[in-house]
């Protein structure tokens, strides 16, 4: 009987110990997640801080596509960052030839052409990728569809 609640004890003990412990990797996990989105969102106020000034000395992302010979281009990541350049270029000679997005029916993008990713891609000179902090593993899933170039949002605003 002794043994019995000896084990019954320790059962209880080692269950506690194992749901503390699981508590614990949930909340360090959870703790990574919001660290990594305060890394993107710092990433982002940067890029967008960067761009502000640019346009306060009347730049725009525009003149990078000028001065690369880019009059056609595609925008992938039709979200908040795509709208901006949209804003950014209107009144240019830049084309926006179409959007692409994983999930269309969730954009937010102001195109009306999108594609997702099993679409077949239009021919355009250039494929701007606006979730930048993804840019490589996005342009291995972009070279398996098309051969044209592609570039970073990240890249054209601080090279502006």
Known sequence: MQIRNILRETATVGGFVLEAWLIKKYEAQKVKVLQNRVNVLSDH????????????????AASYFEYMNYRHIAIYGMAELANRLLDDLAGSNIIVDYGIDRDV???????????????????????????????????????????CQMISLEEIIWSV
């Open 105 to 147: 029916s969730c954009t937010i993008g102001r195109i009306s052409e999108i594609y997702s990713l099993e679409d077949d891609l239009p021919e355009t000179e250039l494929i701007v990728v606006t979730p930048y902090s993804s840019f490589e593993s996005i342009k291995e899933i972009l070279k398996k569809k098309t051969s």
């Open 45 to 60: 106020f940067q890029l967008l801080n960067h761009w502000l000034e640019i346009k306060n000395e009347g730049k725009s």
